[in-house]
């Protein structure tokens, strides 16, 4: 399937591992890593950051074999869940920074295109996120509000 906004017909992505239970050599606590993923959620961090920082300095490759649960159902039952999801975060601080770049040059016609079509997904995301009930009804994106929901 093609990309939304370019010419892209790529469809390379990682391999996850076959067998789904934990590996034999790690030797981590399901209790453990429910501690770890909470420490890391106060500290602000997104649901894939922390997935990086588990695998990256604690060698937890996948969460869900250890817990038996993924990183944001967690946050869910501890109730740090993010209020936004996390892709139409993303979208919106790409958003913001486009328009803060577009301030100081006013003549870069195409970073006016391209925000024209990051903003596009914006409303695309949202619509689809109060479809299926993960915003509220009347969540609206507007660019003059978008600073104040990335921080």
Excluded at 6 to 16: F, L, V, Y
Excluded at 68 to 80: A, E, N, P
Excluded at 121 to 133: E, M, P, T
Aim: with cysteine.
């Amino acid at each position: 399937m093609g990309r939304m906004h370019s010419k892209g017909k790529g469809i390379s992505r990682s391999a996850k591992p076959y067998r789904r239970s934990a590996p034999s050599w790690l030797k981590v606590t399901s209790a453990a890593v429910l501690e770890q993923i909470a420490k890391f959620a106060k500290k602000g961090m997104t649901p894939s950051q922390i997935g990086v920082a588990l695998r990256d300095s604690h060698g937890i490759a996948q969460v869900k074999s250890v817990t038996g649960s993924k990183i944001l159902r967690i946050l869910k039952s501890q109730g740090v869940s993010p209020t936004v999801p996390e892709d139409l975060y993303c979208l919106i601080k790409k958003a913001v920074s486009v328009r803060k770049h577009l301030e100081r040059n006013r003549k870069d016609c195409d970073a006016k295109f391209r925000l024209i079509l990051i903003e596009s997904r914006v409303h695309r995301l949202g619509r689809y996120y109060k479809k299926a009930g993960k915003l509220p009804p009347n969540w609206k994106y507007e660019s003059a509000t978008a600073s104040a929901i990335v921080q």
